[in-house]
C-alpha cells in the first residue's frame, strides 16, 4: 500500500511538472449534478490522485478493520505455539533431570496445548512416566506409539529398554528384532541384534549382521571391517577345537581373512600365525606378522614372532627380534622389544642402554619390571631396586602372555570374545577381560628382594604361577643367628641409635 502510495505521488509529481513546462497548460471541465467546476489540467491531475489515494486508504482501513477477529485467532494461536513450545522444553528438561513428578505434570499440559506436535507430546508422556516410575503407564504410551510409522521405532525402543529393566530379554530381543526389520531402522537396534548373536556365540550369524548392516548403511565400513575380523578370529578360535575334519582349515581361512581385513587386530594376527606355523608355513606366517607389527605394534606380536622358531641359540633369537623391532623403530612396543631382544642374548650393557629409551614413559608393573631386569643384568643392583620399589604400586599392564599355562595369547571363553568384539568394532582398542576380572596373572615384576642386603640371585624371565586356590608360597628357611647380627652390625648408622 505504502509502495503504491509512493508510486502515485511520483507520477503526479512528474505529469504535474510536464504541464507546468508546457506553452499550453489545459484546461478540465467537470459537470455533475447541475454543477460545474472548470480547472487547469495540472490541478485536475492532482485532485483526482488525491481522491485516489484518500479512496485507497479508506478501503485498506475498511479490510483492516474487518480482518481484526482473523489477526487475533492467529496471535492467540502463536502465542499458544509459544507456550506449547516452552512447556514441551520444561519437560524435557524434567526427564533429563529425573524430577518424574514435574515431568508428568508437564506432559499433561503439553498435551492440552501442543496440538500441533502430537508425537513430541507422546514421547513426553511415555518418558515422564518413566521418569516418575510409573511403569505400566510408560508401556501403555511406548506401545501406542508403535501405530503411528513415524514413531514405531521411538516405541520399540523405549519398550526394548523397559523390558531389560524388568529383566526380560526375550521380549527386548524381539523390539529390537522388530526394530531392525523396519525399512528405517537405527544402529541401537542393529547393535542390541547383534549382542544377542554374540552372547548365544553365534559368530556366522554375526557376520551375517555385520554385512545386512553395512548394505544398509547402518554402520560405516570401517566399524563393519573391525567387526568383520574380530568375529572371523572369534570363529577360528571356536572352529580350532571342533571335531570336524575340516574345522580346523576353515579356522585358519578365518584367521588369515581377520589379519588381511585389520592387520593392527593382533587376536587375529598372533592365531593366523600360530595355525600357519602348526602347517609349516613359517614364511608366511613370519609375513603376517611383520605386517602387523608395522600397522599396530603389540606384546602377543613379538611373542609370536619369538615362537616361530624353536631351534635357534638366544643370539640368534635376539636378532630375528631385533629385525621385527626395526620395522617400527619409535613405537613404545618396539623400545620394549629392544631391550628384551638385548636380555635374550645376554648382553646386559645394551639392554640397560635401550631401556633408557622407556624412561619417559608412563610407569607401569611391566615397565618397572623390564627396567629392573635390564639394571640388573648390566650390574646396576641399586637401580633395580629403585625400579622395583616403584613397580610394587604402579597400575598393572597386561603383556598378553599370561592366558594360559603355556603361554598362549587370547585364550578366551566365548563370552570374552563377545566383548571384545563389540569393543574393537566401535572403538578399535583391544580389551583384557582376564586382568579386567582380576585373575591371577604372571609377574612382572623379577623375584628380588627390596632391602639393602646382598644380592641375591635375579630372575632373568618372570615366573608363571599356577592359578589355584589352594597354593602357598614356600615358607622361607630361618635365617642364622650369625647371620642375622652380621647383617644388624653392617646396616646400624654410625653413632648407635
Not at 34 to 49: C, E, H, K, M
Not at 130 to 142: I, K, P, R
Not at 207 to 235: G, T
Not at 385 to 399: S, T, V
Given at each position: 500500500?505504502?509502495?503504491?502510495?509512493?508510486?502515485?505521488?511520483?507520477?503526479?509529481?512528474?505529469?504535474v511538472?510536464?504541464?507546468?513546462?508546457?506553452?499550453?497548460?489545459?484546461?478540465?471541465?467537470?459537470?455533475w449534478?447541475?454543477w460545474?467546476?472548470?480547472a487547469?489540467?495540472?490541478a485536475?491531475?492532482l485532485i483526482?490522485?488525491?481522491?485516489?489515494?484518500?479512496a485507497?486508504?479508506?478501503?485498506r482501513?475498511?479490510l483492516w478493520?474487518l480482518d481484526?477477529?482473523?489477526?487475533?485467532?492467529?496471535?492467540?494461536?502463536?502465542s499458544?505455539?509459544?507456550?506449547a513450545?516452552?512447556?514441551?522444553a520444561?519437560?524435557?528438561?524434567a526427564?533429563?533431570a529425573?524430577?518424574?513428578?514435574?515431568?508428568?505434570r508437564?506432559?499433561?499440559?503439553a498435551?492440552?496445548?501442543?496440538?500441533?506436535?502430537?508425537?513430541?507430546v507422546?514421547?513426553?508422556?511415555?518418558?515422564a512416566s518413566?521418569?516418575?516410575?510409573?511403569?505400566?503407564?510408560a508401556q501403555?504410551?511406548?506401545?501406542a506409539?508403535?501405530?503411528?510409522?513415524?514413531?514405531r521405532?521411538?516405541?520399540?525402543k523405549?519398550?526394548m529398554?523397559?523390558a531389560?529393566?524388568q529383566?526380560?530379554?526375550e521380549?527386548?530381543?524381539?523390539?529390537?528384532?522388530?526394530?531392525y526389520?523396519?525399512?528405517r531402522?537405527?544402529?541401537?537396534a542393529w547393535?542390541?541384534?547383534?549382542e544377542?548373536?554374540l552372547?548365544?556365540?553365534?559368530w556366522?550369524?554375526?557376520?551375517a549382521?555385520?554385512?545386512?548392516?553395512?548394505?544398509?548403511?547402518i554402520v560405516?565400513?570401517?566399524?563393519?571391517?573391525?567387526?568383520?575380523?574380530?568375529?572371523?578370529?572369534?570363529s577360528?578360535?571356536?572352529?580350532?577345537?571342533?571335531?570336524?575334519?575340516?574345522a580346523?582349515?576353515l579356522?585358519?581361512?578365518?584367521?588369515v581373512?581377520?589379519?588381511?581385513l585389520?592387520?593392527?587386530?593382533?587376536?587375529?594376527?598372533?592365531?593366523?600365525?600360530?595355525?600357519?606355523?602348526?602347517d609349516?608355513k613359517?614364511?608366511?606366517?613370519?609375513g603376517?606378522i611383520?605386517?602387523?607389527?608395522?600397522a599396530?605394534?603389540h606384546?602377543a606380536?613379538?611373542?609370536?614372532?619369538?615362537?616361530?622358531?624353536?631351534?635357534?641359540?638366544?643370539?640368534?633369537?635376539?636378532?630375528?627380534?631385533?629385525?621385527?623391532?626395526g620395522?617400527?623403530?619409535?613405537h613404545?612396543?618396539s623400545?620394549?622389544?629392544?631391550?628384551e631382544?638385548a636380555?635374550?642374548?645376554?648382553d646386559?650393557?645394551a639392554a640397560?642402554?635401550a631401556?633408557?629409551?622407556?624412561e619417559?614413559?608412563?610407569?607401569t608393573?611391566?615397565i618397572?619390571g623390564?627396567m629392573?631386569?635390564?639394571?640388573?643384568a648390566?650390574g646396576a643392583?641399586?637401580e633395580?631396586?629403585m625400579?622395583?620399589?616403584?613397580?610394587l604400586?604402579a597400575?598393572?599392564?597386561?603383556?598378553?602372555?599370561?592366558?594360559?599355562?603355556?603361554g598362549r595369547?587370547?585364550?578366551y571363553h566365548?563370552?570374552?570374545?563377545?566383548?571384545?568384539?563389540?569393543?574393537?568394532?566401535?572403538?578399535?582398542?583391544?580389551?583384557?577381560?582376564?586382568?579386567e576380572?582380576?585373575e591371577?596373572?604372571?609377574?612382572?615384576?623379577?623375584?628380588?628382594?627390596?632391602?639393602y642386603?646382598d644380592?641375591?640371585p635375579?630372575?632373568a624371565?618372570?615366573?608363571?604361577?599356577?592359578?589355584?586356590e589352594?597354593?602357598?608360597e614356600?615358607?622361607?628357611?630361618p635365617?642364622?643367628?650369625?647371620?642375622?647380627?652380621?647383617?644388624?652390625?653392617?646396616?646400624?648408622?654410625?653413632?648407635g641409635a
Amino acid at each position: 500500500m505504502i509502495r503504491a502510495g509512493v508510486v502515485l505521488i511520483l507520477l503526479a509529481a512528474v505529469a504535474v511538472g510536464a504541464l507546468a513546462l508546457a506553452d499550453e497548460p489545459g484546461r478540465a471541465t467537470v459537470v455533475w449534478l447541475g454543477w460545474r467546476a472548470d480547472a487547469t489540467a495540472a490541478a485536475a491531475v492532482l485532485i483526482a490522485l488525491t481522491f485516489g489515494l484518500l479512496a485507497a486508504v479508506l478501503w485498506r482501513t475498511i479490510l483492516w478493520i474487518l480482518d481484526a477477529p482473523r489477526r487475533a485467532e492467529r496471535a492467540r494461536t502463536e502465542s499458544r505455539r509459544r507456550q506449547a513450545n516452552d512447556v514441551l522444553a520444561r519437560g524435557f528438561l524434567a526427564v533429563a533431570a529425573g524430577d518424574g513428578s514435574e515431568a508428568v505434570r508437564l506432559s499433561k499440559k503439553a498435551a492440552e496445548l501442543a496440538v500441533d506436535a502430537p508425537g513430541l507430546v507422546r514421547v513426553l508422556a511415555a518418558q515422564a512416566s518413566e521418569a516418575a516410575g510409573d511403569t505400566a503407564q510408560a508401556q501403555a504410551a511406548y506401545t501406542a506409539m508403535l501405530g503411528f510409522p513415524e514413531m514405531r521405532l521411538a516405541g520399540h525402543k523405549g519398550l526394548m529398554q523397559l523390558a531389560l529393566a524388568q529383566g526380560a530379554r526375550e521380549t527386548a530381543l524381539r523390539h529390537a528384532q522388530e526394530a531392525y526389520g523396519e525399512a528405517r531402522t537405527a544402529r541401537w537396534a542393529w547393535r542390541a541384534v547383534l549382542e544377542s548373536r554374540l552372547d548365544a556365540a553365534d559368530w556366522e550369524g554375526g557376520l551375517a549382521l555385520v554385512k545386512s548392516a553395512l548394505d544398509r548403511k547402518i554402520v560405516p565400513p570401517i566399524v563393519a571391517e573391525r567387526a568383520r575380523a574380530a568375529l572371523l578370529a572369534a570363529s577360528a578360535a571356536q572352529l580350532e577345537h571342533a571335531p570336524e575334519p575340516k574345522a580346523r582349515s576353515l579356522a585358519l581361512d578365518h584367521a588369515v581373512e581377520a589379519a588381511r581385513l585389520q592387520p593392527g587386530f593382533a587376536p587375529g594376527v598372533v592365531m593366523a600365525a600360530r595355525l600357519l606355523a602348526e602347517d609349516g608355513k613359517v614364511g608366511r606366517a613370519a609375513g603376517i606378522i611383520e605386517n602387523a607389527w608395522r600397522a599396530s605394534p603389540h606384546p602377543a606380536l613379538w611373542l609370536a614372532w619369538r615362537d616361530l622358531r624353536t631351534d635357534e641359540t638366544p643370539r640368534e633369537r635376539a636378532q630375528r627380534l631385533s629385525q621385527l623391532a626395526g620395522l617400527n623403530p619409535a613405537h613404545r612396543e618396539s623400545l620394549v622389544l629392544y631391550v628384551e631382544q638385548a636380555l635374550t642374548a645376554g648382553d646386559g650393557a645394551a639392554a640397560h642402554e635401550a631401556a633408557r629409551a622407556l624412561e619417559g614413559e608412563p610407569v607401569t608393573a611391566r615397565i618397572a619390571g623390564l627396567m629392573a631386569r635390564a639394571a640388573y643384568a648390566a650390574g646396576a643392583v641399586d637401580e633395580a631396586r629403585m625400579w622395583l620399589a616403584k613397580g610394587l604400586n604402579a597400575p598393572p599392564e597386561p603383556d598378553w602372555s599370561d592366558l594360559d599355562p603355556e603361554g598362549r595369547p587370547f585364550a578366551y571363553h566365548a563370552s570374552d570374545w563377545a566383548r571384545l568384539a563389540i569393543t574393537f568394532a566401535e572403538t578399535g582398542e583391544l580389551i583384557h577381560p582376564r586382568l579386567e576380572r582380576r585373575e591371577r596373572t604372571m609377574r612382572e615384576l623379577p623375584d628380588l628382594p627390596l632391602a639393602y642386603a646382598d644380592a641375591g640371585p635375579m630372575l632373568a624371565e618372570p615366573q608363571l604361577y599356577p592359578v589355584d586356590e589352594g597354593y602357598q608360597e614356600p615358607e622361607a628357611e630361618p635365617e642364622p643367628a650369625e647371620t642375622r647380627g652380621a647383617r644388624t652390625r653392617r646396616t646400624r648408622r654410625p653413632g648407635g641409635a
